[in-house]
Each structure stands twice: as structure tokens, then as C-alpha cells.
């Protein structure tokens, strides 16, 4: 199974750019990789989602290394309101097999005024 | 346009009651998910719909059933409930399983007590 490598925690400050390392060495197929965000006391929400080349939307950007095995979501200017964990979801049968989605322990995100 | 709700927000029950937990979807999905999230852990899980009139198993099934009553419609019941499943527990729904897109969009949660 795919799994994900991502660091426990994070701090920014307000305004700056973050970016959120995550490593899934294990991957497979053409399969998407998923990002998940989950503010305080909320459920998950949806962030951004890729293949093999970046990709921005109106929440973040995604950077996929050539060799899929790793990517970074940036947020290019932090808010108090993105102080959420980060899911980043494995592609593959670990992460994404038949739409079920595999939430690992996530990266918490500090962000400081 | 609600998304996706749940009842109850909140539920405490003794050890061996019975209790279904509800959520429903206003965005014309096929699939739905029951997930449960224990204290500091990632979701996992639980069982999955990926069509009306279809159920599956996910992760950790055991303990509960599913009902898929309508496309709109997806519950979940503890039918003797156990400290154990004590926990949060989302509904979530997608348009389908096809693509390789999963693009979920998740309830606010049924914070659960079993004493």
C-alpha cells in the first residue's frame, strides 16, 4: 500500500508563504494526489489535487516532483484561518482505492499573527 | 444548498444501547462515506455507498451497519454500542468513484460519548 511521509507539525507567520512537505515513495499507477485540510472542530475539507504537472486553484498550488514521490502544497500567503491539519493522501490503492480516501496523521499548521 | 448534514451533533450512550446515526446530501452524489475519527488520529473509514443500492465495507466495519435509504440519504447504526466506538464520526459524498478524482465534501461530525 501507498503510504506518506509527512512532518508533524508546522509554523508560519501571517502573510508569509508555507509550504507542506509531504513523500509518497510508494506510488503507483496514474493515480491523483489528494490534499485535505481540516480546520478546528470542522470536518475535512477538500484543497487541491494533482497528477504529474503544478497546479494552482484559488486555495493553494501543488509542486509534484518529476518522479511523483514526493510534492508540496504552498499557500502563498497564510492566513489565520488556514491553522489546520494537512492531509496529504496518498495516490494509489493506500490512499485513494475506489474513491475511499486514507487519512494518515497530517501536518499541523501553526500560524502566528 | 446545505452540503452535507448530520443529526445528531452530539450523542452520549451507555454501553449496549443502540443508536443510527443520519446524514444527508443535497448535491445529487452517488457515493457516500462513513468515516470515524478517534482523538489525535487521522479519519478512517468505515463504510462506503458507491452507488444507490450498493454498500461496502471500509477499514474498520466491525460494530456497525449501513443503509443507503435513497440517493440522498446514508445512516449508520451502532446496534450495542461499546466504549470502544466512542469517537466522531463524519459523513461524507463525492459524484462517483470514477476518474481517479476524489473530491469528497465532508459533514460537520457526530461527536459521540459510549460510557
Known amino acids: 500500500d501507498a503510504k506518506t511521509t509527512q512532518p508533524n507539525s508546522m509554523e508560519s507567520n501571517e502573510e508569509e508563504p508555507v509550504h507542506l512537505p509531504c513523500n509518497h515513495s510508494t506510488i503507483s499507477g496514474t493515480d491523483y494526489i489528494h490534499w485535505y485540510r481540516q480546520l478546528p472542530s470542522q470536518g475535512p475539507e477538500y484543497v487541491i489535487h494533482g497528477l504529474t504537472s503544478n497546479v494552482n486553484n484559488r486555495m493553494a498550488s501543488l509542486a509534484i516532483a518529476e518522479d511523483r514521490k514526493s510534492s508540496t502544497l504552498i499557500l502563498h500567503r497564510a492566513t489565520l484561518r488556514d491553522a489546520a491539519v494537512y492531509y496529504c493522501?496518498?495516490?494509489?490503492?493506500?490512499?485513494?482505492?475506489?474513491?475511499?480516501?486514507?487519512f494518515g496523521q497530517g501536518t499541523i499548521l501553526t500560524v502566528h499573527p | 444548498n446545505a452540503g452535507v448534514t448530520q443529526t445528531p451533533k452530539f450523542q452520549v450512550l451507555k454501553t449496549g444501547q443502540s443508536m443510527t446515526l443520519q446524514c444527508a446530501q443535497d448535491?445529487?452524489?452517488?457515493?457516500m462515506y462513513w468515516y470515524r475519527q478517534d482523538p489525535g488520529m487521522g479519519l478512517r473509514l468505515i463504510y462506503y455507498s458507491a452507488s444507490e443500492g450498493t454498500t461496502d465495507k471500509g477499514e474498520v466495519p466491525n460494530g456497525y451497519n449501513v443503509s443507503r435509504l435513497n440517493k440522498r440519504e446514508f445512516s449508520l447504526r451502532l446496534e450495542s454500542a461499546a466504549p470502544s466506538q466512542t469517537s466522531v464520526y463524519f459523513c461524507a459524498s463525492s459524484e462517483g468513484l470514477a476518474g481517479g478524482v476524489y473530491e469528497q465534501y465532508f459533514g460537520p461530525g457526530t461527536r459521540l460519548t459510549v460510557t
Open positions: 448535491m445529487n452524489h452517488n457515493s
Open positions: 493522501i496518498p495516490p494509489g490503492a493506500g490512499g485513494t482505492s475506489y474513491g475511499k480516501l486514507t
